[in-house]
């Protein structure tokens, strides 16, 4: 069976989003020290390739809290127990990616990327329609954006091994089973040698 040739992002109108790389959550991803590394190297190879860069955390100030109904089953526990505070040293974007000028940056108050923030706003002005999605839960924040980023035709590739969630059969099956339908799966070197072709 012959493999499918990727189709080559053009640079200019995609984003890598590096999502939930943030101090209290980068911690529980497995092998977390070499994953930063994956993602930092393709991060500055897409910067120089002339892609936009963008960083997606969570965090929640007292408003957010006062504002999530117990009906949400994840978030009102959250809510709760006043968890990541937007002002918390957990909720920081971890210092190896650290955002530079002209990245964008957003901070959001549920799974998805861009349900709660200005993200798809933000990308349209720049021209954007292609994104690559790095993050912090395969299972959460990347089945998330995926989902809602495909529903809005954008384009979209996942850095295979610049995801990461505790649940290993979970993580898998969505690799393998869910997210082949809906995005392009590539892994560090793979989307280097695409923006080669650019």
């Given amino acids: 069976m012959t493999t499918p040739i990727l189709p080559a992002p053009v640079a200019k109108r995609t984003a890598l989003l590096a999502m939930d790389f943030q101090n209290g959550i980068v911690p ?3 092998d977390a020290d070499a994953l930063v590394d994956r993602v930092a190297d393709a991060i500055a190879d897409f910067r120089a390739a ?48 650290t955002p530079e000028d002209g990245d964008i940056v957003v901070r959001k108050i549920r ?18 329609d292609t994104l690559i999605l790095a993050g912090i839960s395969t299972s959460g924040v990347v089945l998330s954006t995926l989902i809602d980023a495909a529903d809005r035709d954008y384009r979209v590739y996942v850095l295979t091994d610049g995801v990461a969630d505790r649940d290993q059969d979970v993580h898998r099956i969505l690799l393998d089973k869910v997210f082949p339908a809906r995005a392009h799966l590539v892994d560090t070197g793979g989307l280097r040698a695409l923006m080669k072709r650019d």
């Fill in 111 to 128: 799974y998805g990327a861009g349900s709660t923030t200005d993200l798809y706003e933000q990308l349209s002005s720049r021209g954007i």
């Fill in 28 to 30: 529980l991803a497995p």
């Fill in 50 to 97: 002339g892609g936009t860069v963008g960083h997606v955390r969570v965090a929640f100030t007292e408003e957010d809290w006062a504002a999530i109904p117990e009906t949400n089953k994840s978030f009102s526990a959250v809510a709760a127990a006043r968890g990541m505070h937007h002002e918390d040293d957990i909720t920081r974007i971890h210092d190896r990616l």
